[in-house]
């Protein structure tokens, strides 16, 4: 899956999340289940549960974390593949890739 930077997401709001000492666990209220990130996952989803777009967190975890951007882009792109994938979030319309006819972001 490849992310347009300009693409923010929704989470959805049967998802509850709570940090423990850097790490934090996301419970689907609906599907009865959990899922557990680690310390970079946990600032994805602070970044991106703060309405962040894929290149603010992109640039912000660049500057935060020393990782090739390439490393970076496919561990986003898996993290938020999953938790769509599990319906905990969702892409919004993005502005910008929508008027660029860009085909990885729908409706």
């Known amino acids: 899956m490849s992310l347009h930077p300009s ?6 709001n049967q998802v509850l999340s709570q940090e423990f ?3 934090t666990v996301l419970l689907d209220l609906k599907g009865e289940c959990y899922i557990s990130l680690n310390d970079v996952g946990t600032r994805i989803w602070q970044l991106i549960t703060a309405n962040h777009t894929v290149g603010e967190v992109l640039q912000k975890m660049l500057a935060e974390y020393e ?3 390439g490393q970076l882009q496919h561990d986003l792109e898996d993290l938020m593949g999953q938790l769509m994938e599990a319906g905990l ?13 860009d085909p990885a972001v729908r409706k």
Not at 7 to 12: A, K
Not at 89 to 101: P, W, Y
């Open 67 to 69: 990782v090739e951007q």
């Open 21 to 23: 000492s850097g790490e």
């Open 7 to 12: 693409i923010r997401f929704r989470i959805s």
């Open 89 to 101: 979030a969702e892409v919004r319309m993005a502005v910008e890739a929508c008027a660029a006819g």
